[in-house]
C-alpha cells in the first residue's frame, strides 16, 4: 500500500455545510440527434467495442441512450460512500474558422442533455462542454454558468484546439470571473480518436492559470499507452507551482496509467492537489502492487464501479480531505455571481 493519507487543512463545504465527496469525472454517451452522437466509426473501435460489452449495451438509438443513464443513475444510487458525480457533456470538433467539423466529430454530448439529465437526477451535477473555436462559444458559455454548469470539460487532443491558443483567453476571463474550474484532459488519450497529441501537454494550461482559472488536469498527465509520452513530471511542477491547479484520479485505476500514484502521492504539496474522479464507465482495476491480491480479489467483487474506486482509492490511503476537495473547487450554487464580465464590458476579444 502507498501510506496513510497526509494531513491537509479542511476543506470548504457546500451550501448545507456539509461536506460532500463528489466525483468530477463521469460520461454518458448521446445516439439520438437530439443529444448529440456516437459514430459508427468509434462504436468499432476496440476500446468502444469493450465498453459495449462491458456494459451490456446494444445498437446505438434512443434505447441504449436510455439504458445507459439508467445504468448511471442506478449506480449512483447503489454507491452511497457517493453523494453526487458530475456528468460531462462534450462538444463537438470546430475548425479553425468557427464551424462545425462533422467529418471528425465522434462523440458530441450536448449541454442541453447533461443538463436535462442532471435537473432529473439529485445526484447528477451539470458538467458543460463549450469548443473554443465555435463562433458562439462565449455566449454558449455564459448560457452554461446561467443554468448552473459546475464546470468546464475539454479534451483538447480529440477536439482538435490549442489551449494556449488565444482564442481560447476570453472563456477563461469568464470562467475566473463564475468561478468555473476547467477540467481539461492531459496525456494521452486511445478510447477515442486523437487529432493533435502534441495538446496533450500540461504547460499549454499555464495562460488559464495565469488568469485566475482554477484548472482541473484531468489524469495527470499520464500515458493511455505503451511507447507514449508521460507528462506526469510537468504536472507535478505545476501542481507545486500554482496555487490553482490541481489533477484527477479519473482512469488511474488502470494498468497503464497506474504507474503514476507513486510519483503523485508522495510530495506532499501534490498530494494535497489530487481531486477524486472515477472516469466512469472505464473499470476502476486494482492493482496488486497498491492493495494487495487480496485486495484485488475483494474489489472485483464489487460490480459498482464507482463505489468500486472509491474503495480502491481509500485502501491505498486516499482520506477525507482528497474526496471532499471536489466539493471545494466546483462552481456549486451559492458560489455563482450572477453578473456577466460580458455584458460589463470586462471580456476582452482576442484575435485568431
Keep these: 500500500m502507498l501510506g496513510v493519507p497526509t494531513p491537509a487543512p479542511p476543506s470548504r463545504t457546500t451550501t448545507a455545510g456539509v461536506k460532500m465527496i463528489i466525483d468530477c469525472h463521469v460520461h454518458v454517451n448521446a445516439f439520438t440527434p437530439e443529444h448529440g452522437r456516437t459514430s459508427r466509426a468509434l ?50 470538433v470546430y475548425g479553425n474558422d468557427g464551424r462545425l467539423d462533422d467529418a471528425r466529430t465522434h462523440l458530441h454530448v450536448t449541454n442541453e442533455y447533461v443538463r436535462e439529465l442532471a435537473d432529473r437526477h439529485p445526484k447528477m451535477l451539470f458538467g ?16 452554461c454558468a446561467r443554468n448552473g454548469a459546475v464546470l468546464l470539460k475539454w ?4 477536439q482538435g484546439f490549442d489551449p494556449s491558443d488565444r482564442r481560447c483567453f476570453p472563456l477563461y476571463e469568464v470562467l475566473a470571473h463564475y468561478g468555473i474550474p ?3 484532459h492531459t496525456g494521452g488519450e486511445k478510447t477515442l480518436p486523437n487529432i493533435d497529441t502534441r495538446v496533450a501537454d500540461p504547460a499549454l494550461l499555464k495562460p488559464a492559470l495565469d488568469r485566475g482559472v482554477t484548472v482541473i488536469a484531468a ?5 493511455s499507452a505503451i511507447g507514449e509520452k508521460s507528462y506526469v513530471d510537468t504536472f507535478v511542477r505545476m501542481a507545486r507551482d500554482y496555487e490553482n491547479f490541481y489533477g484527477d484520479t479519473s482512469a ?24 477524486h474522479g472515477s472516469d466512469w ?3 476502476a482495476i486494482p492493482m496488486p502492487q497498491f492493495v494487495g491480491f487480496g485486495g484485488c480479489a475483494r474489489f472485483m467483487l ?49 484575435a485568431a
Excluded at 434512443?62 to 454507491?79: G, I, K, V
Excluded at 458543460?128 to 448560457?143: F, M, N, Q, T
Excluded at 479534451?155 to 480529440?158: A, K, Q, R, S
Design 43 to 92: 462504436l468499432g473501435r476496440p476500446s468502444f467495442r469493450f465498453l459495449r460489452w462491458y456494459l451490456g449495451m446494444h445498437g446505438m438509438g434512443f434505447e441504449t441512450e436510455r439504458a445507459l443513464s439508467r445504468a448511471l443513475a442506478m449506480q449512483l444510487e447503489d454507491a452511497t460512500e457517493l453523494d453526487a458525480a458530475v456528468i460531462l457533456a462534450f462538444d463537438a
Design 128 to 143: 458543460a462542454s463549450v469548443h473554443p473555436y465555435r463562433r458562439d462559444a462565449l455566449a454558449e458559455l455564459e448560457r
Design 155 to 158: 479534451l483538447p487532443i480529440t
Design 182 to 184: 476547467l477540467l481539461s
Design 219 to 223: 489524469h495527470c498527465g499520464t500515458r
Design 252 to 275: 488511474l485505476n488502470l494498468p497503464l496509467r497506474c504507474y503514476a500514484y507513486p510519483y503523485i502521492m508522495e510530495d506532499d504539496r501534490v498530494r494535497a492537489k489530487l481531486v
Design 281 to 283: 464507465p472505464l473499470p
Design 302 to 350: 464489487d460490480r459498482n464501479v464507482l463505489r468500486r474506486d472509491i474503495r480502491i482509492k481509500r485502501a491505498m490511503g486516499f482520506g477525507d480531505d482528497y474526496f471532499h476537495r471536489s466539493a471545494s473547487l466546483l462552481r456549486m450554487p451559492s458560489r455563482a455571481p450572477m453578473r456577466s464580465p460580458l455584458r460589463a464590458g470586462g471580456a476582452r476579444h482576442y
